[in-house]
Protein backbone atom coordinates (compact mmCIF):
# COMPACT_ATOMS: atom_id res chain seq x y z
CA UNK A 1 0.00 0.00 0.00
CA UNK A 2 1.48 3.20 -1.05
CA UNK A 3 -0.88 5.78 -0.09
CA UNK A 4 0.84 9.13 -0.80
CA UNK A 5 4.16 9.67 -1.95
CA UNK A 6 6.42 12.67 -1.54
CA UNK A 7 9.72 13.06 -3.51
CA UNK A 8 12.26 14.42 -2.28
CA UNK A 9 12.78 13.49 1.30
CA UNK A 10 15.37 16.26 1.80
CA UNK A 11 16.81 19.33 -0.08
CA UNK A 12 18.86 22.07 0.21
CA UNK A 13 18.03 24.93 -2.38
CA UNK A 14 20.62 28.31 -2.72
CA UNK A 15 18.80 31.50 -2.63
CA UNK A 16 16.97 32.50 -5.99
CA UNK A 17 16.66 28.62 -7.22
CA UNK A 18 13.59 26.94 -8.08
CA UNK A 19 12.21 23.48 -7.47
CA UNK A 20 9.42 21.14 -7.46
CA UNK A 21 8.13 18.32 -4.63
CA UNK A 22 6.21 16.01 -5.89
CA UNK A 23 3.32 13.99 -4.37
CA UNK A 24 1.98 11.14 -5.83
CA UNK A 25 -1.50 9.31 -3.97
CA UNK A 26 -2.56 5.90 -5.95
CA UNK A 27 -6.18 5.54 -3.52
CA UNK A 28 -7.93 7.54 -5.99
CA UNK A 29 -8.87 10.57 -4.30
CA UNK A 30 -10.20 13.46 -4.69
CA UNK A 31 -9.03 15.87 -2.37
CA UNK A 32 -5.13 17.11 -2.13
CA UNK A 33 -3.57 19.34 -0.29
CA UNK A 34 -0.26 20.55 0.72
CA UNK A 35 1.13 21.91 4.47
CA UNK A 36 4.23 23.20 5.65
CA UNK A 37 5.00 22.69 9.00
CA UNK A 38 7.18 24.80 10.75
CA UNK A 39 9.07 24.51 14.16
CA UNK A 40 6.86 24.04 17.06
CA UNK A 41 4.06 25.27 15.21
CA UNK A 42 0.92 23.61 13.66
CA UNK A 43 0.54 22.90 9.87
CA UNK A 44 -0.73 25.84 7.56
CA UNK A 45 -2.39 25.09 4.45
CA UNK A 46 -0.64 26.49 0.96
CA UNK A 47 -2.86 25.11 -1.41
CA UNK A 48 -5.74 22.25 -2.27
CA UNK A 49 -7.09 20.62 -5.11
CA UNK A 50 -11.06 18.79 -4.82
CA UNK A 51 -10.45 17.54 -8.58
CA UNK A 52 -8.44 17.39 -11.77
CA UNK A 53 -8.09 20.91 -12.99
CA UNK A 54 -9.05 22.46 -9.98
CA UNK A 55 -6.58 24.38 -7.75
CA UNK A 56 -7.21 26.76 -4.67
CA UNK A 57 -5.01 29.04 -2.80
CA UNK A 58 -4.66 27.75 0.67
CA UNK A 59 -3.71 30.22 4.13
CA UNK A 60 -0.06 30.81 3.05
CA UNK A 61 0.06 30.79 -1.05
CA UNK A 62 2.70 33.27 -1.35
CA UNK A 63 6.13 31.81 -3.18
CA UNK A 64 4.00 28.41 -4.64
CA UNK A 65 2.65 27.34 -7.23
CA UNK A 66 0.56 24.45 -8.16
CA UNK A 67 -0.84 22.26 -10.44
CA UNK A 68 -3.46 19.38 -11.32
CA UNK A 69 -3.14 17.57 -13.95
CA UNK A 70 -4.11 14.22 -13.05
CA UNK A 71 -6.20 12.94 -9.89
CA UNK A 72 -2.93 10.82 -8.71
CA UNK A 73 -0.53 13.96 -8.91
CA UNK A 74 -0.21 17.37 -7.19
CA UNK A 75 3.23 18.32 -7.71
CA UNK A 76 4.55 21.74 -5.27
CA UNK A 77 6.47 24.66 -7.24
CA UNK A 78 8.97 26.86 -6.16
CA UNK A 79 9.69 29.60 -7.81
CA UNK A 80 12.63 32.12 -6.57
CA UNK A 81 13.36 29.83 -2.96
CA UNK A 82 13.76 32.12 -0.06
CA UNK A 83 14.86 31.37 3.53
CA UNK A 84 11.82 31.71 4.69
CA UNK A 85 10.39 28.84 2.91
CA UNK A 86 12.75 26.77 5.46
CA UNK A 87 9.86 23.97 6.57
CA UNK A 88 8.85 20.33 6.56
CA UNK A 89 6.26 20.00 3.71
CA UNK A 90 3.32 17.50 3.48
CA UNK A 91 1.26 16.13 1.38
CA UNK A 92 -1.97 14.97 1.73
CA UNK A 93 -5.49 13.54 0.00
CA UNK A 94 -8.77 12.64 1.26
CA UNK A 95 -11.49 10.99 -0.33
CA UNK A 96 -13.98 13.76 0.72
CA UNK A 97 -13.66 17.04 1.75
CA UNK A 98 -15.74 19.17 4.27
CA UNK A 99 -16.25 17.57 7.79
CA UNK A 100 -15.57 14.12 6.20
CA UNK A 101 -12.15 15.34 5.34
CA UNK A 102 -9.78 12.21 6.79
CA UNK A 103 -6.30 13.29 5.66
CA UNK A 104 -3.28 10.76 4.44
CA UNK A 105 -0.33 12.23 5.02
CA UNK A 106 2.69 11.55 2.58
CA UNK A 107 6.01 11.25 5.00
CA UNK A 108 6.91 14.87 4.08
CA UNK A 109 10.02 17.03 2.45
CA UNK A 110 12.43 18.48 4.63
CA UNK A 111 13.83 21.99 2.69
CA UNK A 112 16.46 24.08 3.58
CA UNK A 113 17.35 27.37 1.91
CA UNK A 114 20.44 29.06 2.34
CA UNK B 1 -13.61 31.66 11.18
CA UNK B 2 -12.70 27.87 12.32
CA UNK B 3 -9.67 27.85 14.74
CA UNK B 4 -8.13 24.35 17.00
CA UNK B 5 -6.47 25.64 20.98
CA UNK B 6 -4.85 23.17 22.01
CA UNK B 7 -3.06 22.46 25.28
CA UNK B 8 0.54 23.75 24.86
CA UNK B 9 3.24 21.60 24.99
CA UNK B 10 5.58 20.29 25.61
CA UNK B 11 4.37 17.45 28.07
CA UNK B 12 6.41 14.82 29.77
CA UNK B 13 4.86 11.96 31.51
CA UNK B 14 6.46 8.86 33.45
CA UNK B 15 5.21 5.44 31.88
CA UNK B 16 1.97 4.19 32.75
CA UNK B 17 0.90 7.78 33.88
CA UNK B 18 -2.75 9.14 32.75
CA UNK B 19 -2.28 11.30 29.90
CA UNK B 20 -4.63 14.52 29.06
CA UNK B 21 -4.07 16.67 25.94
CA UNK B 22 -6.76 19.61 26.12
CA UNK B 23 -8.52 21.08 22.57
CA UNK B 24 -10.96 23.10 22.22
CA UNK B 25 -12.54 24.86 19.02
CA UNK B 26 -14.46 27.26 17.37
CA UNK B 27 -16.47 26.36 14.15
CA UNK B 28 -18.81 28.25 11.76
CA UNK B 29 -20.60 25.09 10.83
CA UNK B 30 -20.66 21.40 12.69
CA UNK B 31 -17.66 19.72 12.54
CA UNK B 32 -16.03 16.05 12.65
CA UNK B 33 -13.30 16.65 15.30
CA UNK B 34 -9.88 14.14 14.69
CA UNK B 35 -6.40 13.34 16.74
CA UNK B 36 -3.81 12.68 14.35
CA UNK B 37 -0.38 11.88 15.60
CA UNK B 38 3.25 12.73 14.22
CA UNK B 39 5.79 10.08 15.09
CA UNK B 40 9.87 11.45 14.98
CA UNK B 41 10.74 12.12 11.16
CA UNK B 42 7.35 10.76 9.74
CA UNK B 43 3.96 11.85 8.55
CA UNK B 44 0.71 12.71 10.58
CA UNK B 45 -1.56 9.89 10.96
CA UNK B 46 -5.02 9.84 11.82
CA UNK B 47 -5.27 8.64 15.82
CA UNK B 48 -9.24 9.13 16.11
CA UNK B 49 -12.04 10.98 15.40
CA UNK B 50 -16.03 11.89 15.96
CA UNK B 51 -18.63 13.52 13.43
CA UNK B 52 -21.17 14.13 16.32
CA UNK B 53 -21.73 15.21 20.21
CA UNK B 54 -21.18 12.78 22.31
CA UNK B 55 -19.43 10.50 19.98
CA UNK B 56 -16.00 9.06 21.64
CA UNK B 57 -13.52 7.80 19.43
CA UNK B 58 -11.18 5.43 20.34
CA UNK B 59 -8.12 3.45 19.01
CA UNK B 60 -5.08 2.61 20.87
CA UNK B 61 -6.00 2.88 23.74
CA UNK B 62 -6.71 6.76 23.92
CA UNK B 63 -10.10 8.37 23.51
CA UNK B 64 -11.72 11.64 23.44
CA UNK B 65 -15.13 12.73 23.42
CA UNK B 66 -16.97 15.29 21.14
CA UNK B 67 -18.36 17.80 23.36
CA UNK B 68 -20.46 20.35 21.82
CA UNK B 69 -21.61 22.37 24.85
CA UNK B 70 -18.05 23.02 25.72
CA UNK B 71 -16.36 22.79 22.12
CA UNK B 72 -13.84 20.65 23.40
CA UNK B 73 -12.59 17.21 22.25
CA UNK B 74 -9.80 16.44 24.56
CA UNK B 75 -7.49 13.17 24.30
CA UNK B 76 -7.02 10.77 27.20
CA UNK B 77 -5.24 7.69 27.86
CA UNK B 78 -5.05 5.85 31.26
CA UNK B 79 -1.64 4.42 30.89
CA UNK B 80 1.04 6.09 28.53
CA UNK B 81 4.10 3.93 27.15
CA UNK B 82 7.25 5.06 26.00
CA UNK B 83 6.29 3.97 22.51
CA UNK B 84 3.64 6.97 22.17
CA UNK B 85 6.18 9.73 22.67
CA UNK B 86 4.82 11.80 19.53
CA UNK B 87 3.45 15.27 18.48
CA UNK B 88 -0.49 15.07 18.71
CA UNK B 89 -2.42 17.38 16.71
CA UNK B 90 -6.13 18.04 17.35
CA UNK B 91 -8.09 19.04 13.71
CA UNK B 92 -11.82 19.81 12.74
CA UNK B 93 -12.98 19.60 9.65
CA UNK B 94 -16.22 21.39 9.09
CA UNK B 95 -18.38 21.87 6.00
CA UNK B 96 -18.68 25.46 6.61
CA UNK B 97 -15.10 25.26 5.58
CA UNK B 98 -13.07 25.12 2.38
CA UNK B 99 -12.49 22.06 2.26
CA UNK B 100 -9.96 21.80 4.49
CA UNK B 101 -8.63 20.41 8.01
CA UNK B 102 -8.17 23.03 10.51
CA UNK B 103 -5.23 22.10 12.98
CA UNK B 104 -4.31 23.00 16.05
CA UNK B 105 -0.43 23.61 17.22
CA UNK B 106 0.32 20.14 18.04
CA UNK B 107 1.40 18.92 21.42
CA UNK B 108 4.49 17.29 21.50
CA UNK B 109 4.34 14.09 24.04
CA UNK B 110 8.11 12.19 26.19
CA UNK B 111 7.36 9.39 27.90
CA UNK B 112 10.07 8.08 30.14
CA UNK B 113 10.83 5.17 31.08
Known amino acids: NAGVTQTPKFRILKIGQSMTLQCAQD?????MYWYRQDPGMGLKLIYYSVGAGITDKGEVPNGYNVSRSTTEDFPLRLELAAPSQTSVYFCASSPLGGRNTEAFFGQGTRLTVV | GNSVTQMEGPVTLSEEAFLTINCTYT??????LFWYVQYPGEGLQLLLK?????DKGSNKGFEATYRKETTSFHLEKGSVQVSDSAVYFCALGDSGSARQLTFGSGTQLTVLP
Open chain 2, 27 to 32: ATGYPS
Open chain 1, 27 to 31: MNHNY
Open chain 2, 50 to 54: ATKAD
